[in-house]
């Protein structure tokens, strides 16, 4: 009978993190195929396990791969840890997982610690679901055809979450203002260490001082969603429209001028502030 492919989250910083499951799987298991068998030794050690590890990252993916699927098909009971946090988010797990798959083998995670839903869960804006993104491309094509992506998904869910080296976030957050404008953004950096960050602004406001860390950066993509609704809108409604529909209000139903413009951009969907500015254009037009 096969073994088992356990895909066991360990802590992103803070060790007190791991769940008594994953100690206990991480315990019984014939081995354990770690990104970093260093780092990943101190947090056996930590917990008393002396379980036998095995090197599994980007440059031994072809070899392992098959090694630890004989492991598997044998019988023996293989754990999968990352660096840190949920193993096959931006880092060489897919392909033993794939594999595994394949092979007719079970495949069981075992939850825990995520850079990116713990930063989701600290933004305030991950409510309207959430993409995760990875690390984005360092090409300049590439780097584009990423923002192109992120703004696209503006139309399905509220927040992207995405990770970011500290030598390249603040061109990387300088490039997504050019590009999504003045969104609200949450930059967590050193999640659960001593020295963690959650910092929360705007990208057109938010500035980083000699950045170092581990950075996950959470974006109201729903704003932009927002703001194109408003466009469409505004292109239907004329300032000139506007502008009779507040002396309406005003004259005829004697509503104040802040009662009447949230009166009408509750009916068109609008931000008060852009009712306001067409009625300010509608004004110096003379309309």
């Given at each position: 009978m096969a073994g088992t492919l356990f895909v066991v989250a360990t802590p992103i910083g803070n060790l007190e993190d791991i769940s008594p499951r994953a100690i206990k799987v991480l315990r019984e298991v014939a081995l354990i195929a770690a990104e970093d068998t260093r780092r990943t030794g101190h947090l056996l050690q930590r917990f008393g396990l002396t379980t036998r590890t095995t090197s599994f990252h980007e440059h031994s993916l072809k070899?392992?791969?098959?090694?630890?699927l004989e492991r598997l098909l044998a019988g023996d009971d293989v754990a999968l840890v990352s660096d840190a946090g949920t193993p096959g988010i931006s880092d060489p797990g897919d392909p033993l997982i794939r594999a595994a798959y394949d092979a007719g083998i079970r495949v069981t995670p075992i939850p825990g610690p995520s850079a990116a839903v713990t930063a989701v869960s600290a933004s305030g804006f991950g409510g309207g679901g959430f993409i995760f993104l990875g690390f984005p491309p360092t090409k300049g094509s590439a780097r584009a055809a990423w923002i192109a992506a992120l703004r696209a998904a503006s139309a399905a869910v509220g927040a992207a979450v995405f990770y970011e080296a500290p030598h390249r976030i603040v061109d990387t957050l300088a490039q997504l203002r050019d590009a999504l404008g003045d969104i609200e953004v949450v930059i967590c950096r050193?999640?659960?260490?001593?020295?963690?960050?959650?910092?929360?602004?705007s990208l057109g406001t938010l500035r980083l001082d000699e950045p170092r860390g581990e950075f996950t950066v959470v974006l109201?993509?729903?704003?932009?969603?927002?703001?194109?609704?408003?466009?469409?809108?505004l292109a239907?409604?004329?300032?000139?429209?506007?502008?009779?529909?507040f002396r309406d209000l005003t004259e005829?139903?004697?509503?104040?001028?802040?009662?009447?413009i949230a009166a009408i951009a509750r009916k068109h969907q609008l931000q008060a502030r852009d009712v306001y500015a067409r009625l300010e254009v509608a004004k110096s037009s003379g309309v």
């Open positions: 070899g392992k791969t098959s090694v630890l050193e999640l659960t260490k001593i020295h963690e960050e959650v910092i929360h602004g109201n993509i729903g704003q932009i969603a927002a703001e194109l609704r408003t466009a469409d809108a239907v409604v004329t300032a000139e429209d506007l502008a009779r529909e005829n139903q004697q509503k104040t001028r802040r009662q009447a």
